[in-house]
């Protein structure tokens, strides 16, 4: 039997059942969840709040909040979109209780290749500079909702019960923050 999965033939099992055996008492089951989803989590959090600590602690209160509530999910299935917007309402709440909001460093883990050319590398660490202010001007929900759909490739009606919202208003917020990311980043098209 192996520890990440749970079978004794090493095939990875499902999220839904995984969380059906978290549910269940198996703390083993829920470990392998936390692997599957803490780095998108941690990026997630890390692209909203703009500051590791707070990522890391949105993260660790985001699993041990979702541990504690498992039982409180009607369908195993829905266990993603549940993780989600646990993670965005709590970055929601972080970045409510300070004002103003921080610059959004998206440049996290990936640097530009060793081997590139150094003119190319510093376009790109520019490109990246300004999308970060670009995104640091969106609203709160309007950056969740474009990190959201466009970083972690969520659905609209996934993004509107992470925000507690409508699918409609989840587009506006959408429309509107990629017109502003449009024309602020007009000069690298």
């Not at 909040?65 to 993670?87: C, H, I, K, N, P």
């Not at 969520?154 to 990311?181: C, H, K, M, N």
Request: hydrophobic residues 45%; glycine residues 4%; proline residues 4%.
């Amino acid at each position: 039997m192996t520890a990440a999965t749970g079978t004794g033939t090493g095939a990875a099992l499902d999220d839904a059942t995984l969380v059906a055996r978290a549910r269940d008492g198996d703390v083993r089951a829920y470990e392998e969840l936390v692997r599957r989803y803490q780095t998108p989590i941690y990026r997630l959090a890390l692209r909203m709040l703009d500051s590791a600590g707070d990522a890391e602690d949105v993260v660790q209160d985001v699993f041990l909040t979702v541990w504690r509530r498992l039982e409180q999910l009607r369908e195993d299935a829905a266990f993603v979109g549940w993780l989600y917007r646990t993670a965005t309402n709590r970055c929601l709440n972080v970045l409510r209780a300070r004002r103003p909001v921080a610059d959004v460093d998206l440049d996290t883990t990936e640097t530009p290749r060793g081997d590139a050319k150094p003119e190319h590398a510093a376009e790109v660490s520019a490109q990246m500079a300004a999308l970060t202010r670009a995104l640091a001007d969106l609203t709160p929900a309007q950056r969740a909702c474009w990190l959201l759909r466009e970083i972690h490739g969520r659905s609209y009606d996934e993004i509107a019960q992470a925000l507690d919202s409508s699918p409609t208003a989840v587009r506006g917020r959408i429309f509107r923050a990629r017109a502003q990311l449009a024309e602020v980043m007009q000069p690298w098209r």
